[in-house]
């Protein structure tokens, strides 16, 4: 048998329910089939096959759970509760049925979303006959076709499935009203990626992904202001554009100064505490090409292990698509930061020089065009690079490195666009160093509330057993002015010996116990063991109990409690002895 995942379910559930919300797709529920935990294949290739034949506009099906290799011709199968890895060929559903009943779906949309081990085989690449080949259609694979899915301990939902629920309810900040699939493919694998988790794959057969899919909650109309380069703020205009250089006024730098104070007072505003650290990183993407004067700009940030990953570009969506998720290792990256000119901390590769990197592992576009016939001209083949180092404590480690391409002005930036990048730069380092520290107390304290919701689980699970259990407990002090003394006895301890739980308070069992049995229960205290002895009931009789004293321990103070447990074994003639717990 596999072994189970619940966070599946809880995954499944989740989807239904936000899929249901008018604010974000208003799915009336008589069209949203749940199959949960399917015991057989026909089970769940007779699901989506009826949902295929009913679907006219738009068909998803959501696959997660355990994806399964069969050895003979290594196709992939979904496990269903009766599947085997020993024999998958009959316990599972082999994908092959899943893509003709989507092949036969007259939905004008069908939309495949596979959140299991080795997923990306839906897409045919083991074996062309069984590609989909139907117009219309998004398909969407949490792995690889030869990597697992991963499903974290502890946490509620599968990685991909968790990422993809977040995205959905928090929106996309610099997204339009809809979300498209594209869209939602690009955030998850830049999300993912950051956590050096597996990478999700797509495969679109048409411009399916681009049409609107979800409504974006984070969608807010505002007023977009685009922004001249850092060299053409104090030019004048022409019919040609602007002359930065050239007509420079003599209060330029104050001009200038006010521009970079503004730009940054706007990075700060749209950075706000409630971004999560992907907004963050498109803002300070948006924010390059806005108001630094260059057509693109990708920031690549640094991941657990070391290497750098495309986290968001801005500009083009052409290059975003080609490389944002990529990773580039962080050898590559540093032999960048050492190569070509520094302009103060700025490395600046020339294209004389920067033809050894193109074919390194470092994701990176080409473009065409122009070049302008003066000195300080910017060649297509050039590289700008503002690297981005923690603050404060950390200062001097690498946090990431801003991209930039295609001066607006045609020219290499001069001083002060040299230094508006590298202030720019160092400003966007504490943005998303920031939105880190808020993204870790947030996974923080959501660990921390699990943690208390099974600590006060354990102690509903405790009390009830200590409350109902069939024999009599008790739990009592253990040293100091009061030891021995009861905490709390439970209804059949009570009953045992006639007396209620407001006076049972107010003694302990020295106070109880047959005067010739003190020092079998003195021994078994103190040794934590088992004895038989007397205890007095209310109207004055003694009766014989079988006692078993458990020490609860606190890790920081030692012993704290004692919890024991009381048998009624009247009728039964006592050894006098008193039994020692190995």
Request: with cysteine.
């Amino acid at each position: 048998m596999l072994p189970g995942l619940p966070a599946v379910e809880r995954g499944v559930r989740t989807l239904a329910d936000l899929f249901a919300q008018q604010e974000i797709w208003g799915l009336p529920p008589e069209n949203c089939h749940v199959v949960l935990d399917p015991r057989t294949p026909r089970q769940l290739s007779k699901a989506v096959a009826d949902a295929a034949e009913a679907a006219k506009d738009t068909l998803l099906v959501y696959y997660a759970g355990h994806g399964l290799i069969e050895s003979r011709t290594g196709q992939l199968h979904l496990a269903v509760g009766d599947s085997d890895r020993m024999s998958v060929h009959d316990t599972a559903v082999p994908y092959e049925w899943i893509r003709r009943s989507i092949e036969h779906s007259t939905a004008a949309r069908r939309i495949l979303v596979a959140d299991c081990c080795y997923s990306a085989r839906t897409f045919g690449i083991q074996s062309a006959g069984a590609e989909l080949e139907v117009e219309g259609t998004f398909l969407l694979a949490a792995a690889a076709e030869n990597a697992v899915a991963l499903s974290p301990p502890g946490e509620p939902f599968t990685a991909f499935t968790g990422e993809l629920i977040r995205l959905i309810k928090d929106g996309v900040l610099e997204g339009g009203e809809f979300l498209d699939l594209d869209t939602i493919y690009q955030r998850l694998r830049v999300e993912l990626g950051l956590k050096a988790l597996p990478e999700p794959h797509r495969l679109c057969r048409d411009s399916l992904g681009k049409a609107p899919f979800l409504r974006n909650t984070a969608f807010r109309a505002v007023d977009v202001n685009p922004q001249r380069g850092w060299d053409n703020w104090s030019a004048t205009q022409t019919s040609d554009g602007y002359d930065a250089e050239s007509t420079a006024t003599e209060t330029e730098p104050y001009v200038r100064l006010a521009s970079l104070r503004s730009l940054l007072d706007q990075l700060i505003t749209q950075v706000s505490p409630a971004q999560s650290l992907a907004d963050t990183l498109q803002s300070v993407a948006d924010g390059v090409v806005a108001g630094l004067g260059y057509e693109l700009a990708a920031v690549n940030l640094v991941r657990p292990d070391g290497d750098l990953v495309v986290a968001a570009t801005s500009g083009s969506p052409a290059a975003g698509a080609l490389i944002t998720g990529r990773v580039g290792s962080r050898a590559s990256w540093e032999r960048r930061l050492t190569m070509g000119e520094g302009w103060g901390s700025l490395r600046f590769i020339p294209y004389t020089e920067g033809w050894v990197l193109d074919s390194d592992d470092v994701p990176q576009w080409f473009t065409d065009g122009p070049v302008l016939q003066c000195d300080d001209a910017w060649h297509p083949a050039d590289r700008l690079f503002a690297p981005m180092y923690l603050p404060r404590e950390r200062e001097g480690e690498l946090l990431g490195v801003i991209s930039v391409d295609r001066p607006r002005n045609g020219r290499h930036p001069g001083a002060w666009g040299q230094e508006a990048l590298q202030v720019y730069a160092a400003h966007a380092a504490v943005a998303i160093s920031n939105a880190q520290l808020r993204g870790n107390m947030q996974r923080a304290l959501v660990r921390l509330e699990r943690e208390q919701q099974a600590l006060r689980a354990s102690e509903e699970s405790f009390r009830q057993a200590f409350e109902y259990a069939p024999s009599g407990m008790a739990i009592s002090e253990m040293g100091g002015e009061q030891h021995g003394r009861f905490l709390r006895t439970n209804d059949a301890l009570c009953r045992l010996l006639g007396r209620p739980a407001s006076t049972m308070r107010r003694y302990s069992f020295s106070d109880l116990v047959h005067p010739e049995d003190i020092g079998t229960l003195l021994r078994a205290s103190a040794e934590g063991g088992r004895a038989e002895l007397r205890l007095g009931r209310r109207d004055g009789s003694f009766i014989w109990v079988s006692m078993r004293n458990s020490v609860v321990a606190d890790t920081a103070d030692g012993p704290r409690y004692l919890l024991t447990h009381i048998e009624d074994i009247e009728g039964h003639r006592p050894p006098g002895t008193i039994e020692t717990a190995p």
